[in-house]
């Protein structure tokens, strides 16, 4: 597609639930990012894949969220035994060229999560 | 460690008046900034970037910024603001893993 989709738009799930947010880059773009973000807040980073592979998951709060990119495209975040406070739009961007130096990423809508 | 500080979380102008808005910076290495604006439910929309050479840099929508290094700063600028161009304003830094870091964000209002 022309850009970067993300589904669902919204989800709400009971707490304990398990979720998974999906991502389709832009084609051809190596370089995948996963965001959260809280209202009225900036981005905060979670992970970054270089094709396949988790570059840097530093961002990952903790073991109940979890994110692969098998074939090198579309994303998947996977979140455990969801809680109240993973409650957030959580961002999806991919950029090219690997995504180095001075290469923009560009963020596709977001998915609304909700836990009750 | 990089990252990036917006020191003001709202700046109010008048349509027709010149608007700014803040970021300073911290990076080791060549510094790569971004500045992004978010709609309302919206994902966000690439602005412009700064990699190398002119310190002024234009972007989308007659926004431009201005790197300065001795201030490690990269304030946006638009000569004449809109009303349209109310929205959450964002700075980036791009660090030497790849990643992006985000600064908190300024809500920018343009009244009539």
């Known amino acids: 597609g022309a850009g970067v989709s993300q589904t669902p738009s919204n989800k709400v799930t009971e707490k304990g639930k398990y979720v998974e947010l999906r991502c389709d880059p832009i084609?051809?773009?190596?370089?995948l990012y996963w965001y959260r973000q809280s209202l009225g807040q900036g981005p905060e980073f979670l992970i970054y894949?270089?094709?396949?592979?988790?570059?840097?998951d530093s961002g990952l709060p903790n073991d109940r969220f979890f994110a692969v990119r098998p074939e090198g495209s579309v994303s998947t975040l996977k979140i455990q035994r969801t809680e109240r406070g993973d409650s957030a739009v959580y961002l999806c961007?991919?950029?090219?060229?690997?995504?180095?130096?001075?290469?923009?990423?560009?963020f596709g809508q977001g998915t609304r999560l909700t836990v009750v | 460690a990089q990252s990036v500080a917006q020191p003001e979380d709202q700046v109010n102008v008048a349509e027709g008046n010149p608007l700014t808005v803040k970021c300073t910076y911290s990076?080791?290495?060549?510094?790569?900034l971004f500045w992004y604006v978010q709609y309302p439910n919206r994902g966000l929309q690439f602005l412009l970037k700064?990699?190398?050479?002119?310190?002024l840099v234009k972007g989308s929508y007659g926004f431009e910024a201005e790197f300065n290094k001795s201030q490690t700063s990269f304030h946006l600028k638009k000569p004449s603001a809109l009303v349209s161009d109310s929205a959450l304003y964002f700075c980036?830094?791009?660090?030497?893993?790849?990643?992006?870091?985000f600064g908190q964000g300024t809500e920018l209002s343009v009244k009539p």
């Open positions: 961007a991919s950029s090219s060229q690997g995504g180095r130096e001075g290469t923009e990423a560009f």
């Open positions: 084609s051809g773009h190596t370089a």
């Open positions: 894949f270089q094709g396949t592979g988790a570059a840097d």
């Open positions: 990076v080791s290495g060549n510094p790569y």
């Open positions: 700064y990699i190398t050479g002119d310190n």
């Open positions: 980036a830094v791009r660090d030497q893993g790849g990643k992006l870091i």
